[in-house]
């Protein structure tokens, strides 16, 4: 199970990529592993200190009762410290974005790859296409 941020890839120039665990309660994770969760309008702030994953839309778990989880709240990502602090000097100074790529399982867990990403303009992503389609062409031609 693996869930892809196609947005982030079209819109960001992706200059690095972390991976984190998520903090989840337990029907979080069982709605995780069910594929119920969207990223695409997801977003990643250091405070104190700390990583939290803010708009990422888990969907409640059936079975749950009433402990069943709010879908949108903000989830703390676990990073080592030095891994925060490196990401946060690079935000705060060159204006780069943390925006989750994908989430998937690993080892029974839940983990997150973020990207330190840098916005793309119109014509950027005009020849992101350009270059997609060639590349398409070339293939079909084989």
Excluded: Q, W
């Excluded at 990583?51 to 949108?72: C, R, T, V, W």
């Excluded at 943390?98 to 997150?112: D, G, Q, S």
């Amino acid at each position: 199970m693996e869930i892809k941020n196609k947005k982030a890839y079209h819109n960001y120039f992706i200059e690095e990529e972390y991976e984190a665990g998520i903090e989840l309660l337990g029907t979080e994770i069982k709605s995780v592993r069910k594929g119920s969760i969207d990223i695409s309008d997801a977003y990643v702030r250091i405070k104190d200190n700390e990583a939290y994953i803010i708009n990422m839309f888990i969907e409640k778990y059936e079975g749950g009762s009433i402990f069943n989880h709010e879908p949108n709240r903000e989830r703390k990502l676990l990073l080592h410290k030095k891994e925060i602090k490196k990401i946060y000097e690079k935000v705060k100074k060159e204006g780069f974005t943390l925006i989750p790529l994908k989430v998937y399982i690993k080892n029974e867990k839940a983990k997150i790859l973020i990207g330190i990403c840098k916005g793309k303009k119109l014509y950027d992503k005009r020849e992101s296409i350009k270059i997609r389609d060639l590349e398409r062409e070339n293939k079909n031609r084989r």
